[in-house]
């Protein structure tokens, strides 16, 4: 259609939401779906989170508030920046609440490119980065990292892909779609080229708390005050605390950034909803409800991710990296000789099991489980999935 712009033409719609989408239609059917292409935990929201919301609410609390988010929040976020992620010297201006994570990314994205600039997108990647660059009018530029690097970029692979054009690099540890993590020093080897090479950094951190195996998570802006001055760290409510219905997302970035992305907010979205600030608000002020919430739903996850991967790689055909992080597996599938696309739609017509081709991230050999579903599904899929790939060619 003639009528639209160059932005919509060019925008492609998010794949993962699809995949759910068709899914959740052949359930409605009455068809006997095993989903795994969640992007979300299957938790219900703690109580005591939805209590304060709640009483929010009631107390009247249904008015705008400052555009960058309540005063309150703002604050006990760089609590819980300085606490929780060794952070050091952040001002509560340096912190922005949006609409979601996804619209922090953006915000970030836009704030910080524009037509000309470069930005540098790990590949596989969370399938909303290269879209939003697109949509600021600057380019993405994707370095693939596969299983066999445990889908990590090299710092060598970040300095060999600067340009002078170079504006922004994106690092999301734990990662969506590989479940893989960075560990310390391979993030502070990362941040070194960052610093190096003078480029600005966006760190999502949405799957921080969501770690296995004891691993560790290593925020990029609390290494030094060279690496706070280059990094804009994004976050959310919606994978900790279940609460991605909520649509509450935060960011944390220099001053200057923070302004910018504070007045984008003010013309584009005004405030994240105020009284689910509050819930929030009460999820940040009571770390031993909250570290309970995690603790118990982290236990489960542990529990499907390894019976998940325990299935996935007893498949002839399928191998699969014991992912230490957020609540998905992004198994190999090039020996059983599909491209992604036709293996998740064939896999969905004959089996009703719903996974995301890989090639929405990035990454046509692969393919994305969320084990954010129940021990049912997953062994009712597993054996699904067995008996399609035994059946194959
Ligand atoms: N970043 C990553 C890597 C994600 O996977 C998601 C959600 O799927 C988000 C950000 C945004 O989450 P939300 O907008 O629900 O806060």
């Not at 708390?209 to 802006?221: E, I, V």
């Not at 706070?228 to 959310?236: C, E, N, S």
Request: charged share 20%; with cysteine; hydrophobic share 40%.
């Amino acid at each position: 259609d003639a009528r639209l712009s160059d932005w919509a033409k060019n925008i492609s719609p998010s794949p993962t939401l699809a995949v759910d989408s068709k899914a959740k239609a052949l359930k409605a059917e009455g068809k006997d779906v095993c989903g795994f292409g969640a992007g979300e935990p299957d938790f219900d929201t703690p109580n005591f989170i939805k209590q304060a919301c709640e009483e929010a609410l009631r107390a009247g609390q249904t008015k705008y508030c400052p555009a960058p988010g309540l005063l309150a929040l703002r604050k006990a976020l760089v609590e819980k920046y300085e606490r929780d992620n060794a952070m050091s010297g952040i001002d509560f201006s340096q912190v922005v609440v949006s609409p979601g994570g996804k619209y922090s990314c953006y915000l970030a994205i836009l704030a910080t490119c524009g037509p000309g600039d470069e930005v540098i997108i790990p590949a596989p990647y969370w399938v909303s980065y290269p879209e939003m660059v697109k949509l600021a009018g600057a380019t993405p530029k994707t370095i693939f990292a596969g299983d066999d690097q445990g889908f990590k970029m090299t710092p060598d692979q970040l300095r060999n892909a600067i340009t002078p054009a170079t504006k922004l690099v994106i690092l999301n540890s734990p990662s969506n779609p590989t479940g893989a993590i960075y560990t310390p020093s391979e993030i502070e080897a990362l941040v070194e080229v960052v610093i190096e090479k003078d480029i600005l950094l966006m760190s999502d951190e949405i799957y921080e708390y969501l770690l296995y195996d004891g691993a560790k998570h290593l925020s990029p802006a609390s290494i030094s005050k060279e690496a706070a001055d280059r990094t804009i760290t994004v976050a959310g409510f919606s994978k900790t605390f279940s609460m991605t219905g909520w649509r509450l997302g935060t960011l944390v970035a220099p001053p200057a950034i923070a302004k910018a992305v504070a007045s984008i907010q003010s013309q584009t979205s005004s405030n994240a909803t105020t009284f689910a600030q509050f819930g929030a608000l009460a999820a940040l002020e009571n770390p031993d409800a909250a570290k309970a919430a995690i603790d118990s739903m982290l236990a489960v996850f542990d529990k499907r991710r390894i019976k998940l991967l325990d299935g996935l790689n007893a498949i002839d055909g399928i191998t699969c990296q014991r992912a230490q992080g957020a609540f998905y597996l992004f198994p190999n599938i090039k020996g059983l000789g599909m491209d992604s696309t036709s293996f998740a739609s064939k896999l969905l017509e004959e089996k009703l099991v719903a996974v995301v081709p890989g090639i929405g991230f990035g990454a046509d050999d692969y393919m994305r489980l969320s084990y954010a579903t129940s021990d049912e599904v997953i062994d009712k899929g597993l054996e699904r999935l067995t008996d399609f790939c035994a059946n194959l060619g």
